[in-house]
T-cell receptor, first 112, second 117 residues
Framework: EDKVVQSPLSLVVHEGDTVTLNCSYEVTNFRSLLWYKQEKKAPTFLFMLTSSGIEKKSGRLSSILDKKELFSILNITATQTGDSAVYLCAVLGSSNTGKLIFGQGTTLQVKP | DAGVIQSPRHEVTEMGQEVTLRCKPISGHDYLFWYRQTMMRGLELLIYFNNNVPIDDSGMPEDRFSAKMPNASFSTLKIQPSEPRDSAVYFC???????????????FGEGSRLTVL
């Protein structure tokens, strides 16, 4: 059965800290891994990763994929209170239908 | 584009009542997904449609749950009878086929928060 596991489940840091969120997966015929940010409403798309070792960056956020070890990390540098959210990792597996398997999410709280 | 539109945004009902959640996908998107989110289980896929046809309903918890997509611009998720353990946020999401199919990016609605007392 396809599975996505995120760690830690929750994290509290102070503004300016750097955080690393982890996502490991077991899926049949991996196609892509996606990161979403969820504040109080719907998840919003951050990154999509398909190849190992290629870092994706957007401002203070970056992510990288390791297809050999079956994991991805999401880094946030110089955190701000606006980064407080649930970060979701999702993997597209064996079918070509966009059926994403989501992890439990990591709840990040950034304190002033 | 208005994005994926869901209604109601919030619903509070009593155990045993019928609940109907509605979704309007983004125009032109031919895949529609219903997810349920709880603290305990995270985001779970319930069912998805392609071109209005249900493709995989293996995530539907039990016979009390049903979903329909009578046309390309409308879908419903019905719970009858509802139970307290159905309390969750129900998300509808859609995407287009083609290039986006290989990346899996979904566009989510704002969600319907259901509370069953």
């Amino acid at each position: 059965e396809d599975k996505v596991v995120q760690s830690p489940l929750s994290l509290v840091v102070h503004e300016g800290d750097t955080v690393t969120l982890n996502c490991s997966y077991e899926v049949t015929n991996f196609r892509s891994l996606l990161w979403y940010k969820q504040e109080k409403k719907a998840p919003t798309f951050l990154f999509m990763l398909t190849s190992s070792g290629i870092e994706k960056k957007s401002g203070r956020l970056s992510s990288i994929l390791d297809k050999k070890e079956l994991f991805s990390i999401l880094n946030i540098t110089a955190t701000q209170t606006g980064d407080s959210a649930v970060y979701l990792c999702a993997v597209l597996g064996s079918s070509n239908t966009g059926k994403l398997i989501f992890g439990q999410g990591t709840t990040l709280q950034v304190k002033p | 584009d208005a994005g994926v539109i869901q209604s109601p945004r919030h619903e509070v009902t009593e155990m045993g009542q019928e609940v109907t959640l509605r979704c309007k996908p983004i125009s032109g998107h031919d895949y529609l997904f219903w997810y349920r989110q709880t603290m305990m289980r995270g985001l779970e896929l319930l069912i998805y449609f392609n071109n209005n046809v249900p493709i995989d309903d293996s995530g539907m918890p039990e016979d009390r749950f049903s979903a329909k997509m009578p046309n390309a611009s409308f879908s419903t998720l019905k719970i009858q009878p509802s139970e307290p353990r159905d309390s969750a946020v129900y998300f509808c999401a859609s995407r287009a086929s083609g290039r986006a199919a290989n990346t899996g990016e979904l566009f989510f609605g704002e969600g319907s928060r259901l509370t069953v007392l």
